[in-house]
């Protein structure tokens, strides 16, 4: 099975440092699949889940924040504001997120702070997805 080298930065940390035969990662336009070879390319990625499957077929899935994908040469590298595996994320505050972003929605608001607040909600929710797929 190919396998190309996966770099994945956060603000806080290196989140990932090894092979990987798959990364998924979601853009713009939805979820795009990287495997071994894959042409040469640098994305924005959006915030929601990120799956990594490595060599062994262990899959990896987690919370990403905005930022970005470069792959070149069979390496790619991912560089974002957040990484969380599901048992990091704290669904009480992620919760209360989502509450104020709610709340700040049904405010009068100017188009950018409305734009600002269904953000802080869409992150919120995506956070809370990810976290009650891995509640057992």
Not at 1 to 19: H, P
Not at 94 to 107: G, N
Request: proline share 3%; with cysteine; aromatic share 8%.
């Amino acid at each position: 099975m190919d396998t190309f080298k996966l770099k994945i930065i956060a603000s806080n940390r290196v989140f990932f440092d090894g092979e990987a035969v798959e990364l998924v990662l979601p853009l713009s336009d939805g979820l795009k699949g990287f495997l071994a070879h894959h042409e040469h390319i640098v994305a924005p990625i959006d915030f929601g889940e990120m799956v990594i499957t490595e060599p062994d077929g262990k899959k990896t899935d987690a919370f990403v924040g905005s930022g970005f994908v470069e792959f070149y040469d069979n390496a790619a590298t991912v560089v974002c504001i957040s990484a969380e595996h599901p048992e990091e994320i704290d669904k009480r505050r992620a919760e209360e997120a989502k509450q104020r972003a709610e709340e700040e929605l049904r405010q009068k608001h100017s188009i950018v702070e409305y734009h600002q607040s269904q953000a802080n909600l869409a992150r919120a929710m995506e956070r809370l997805k990810i976290k009650g797929k891995h509640i057992k």
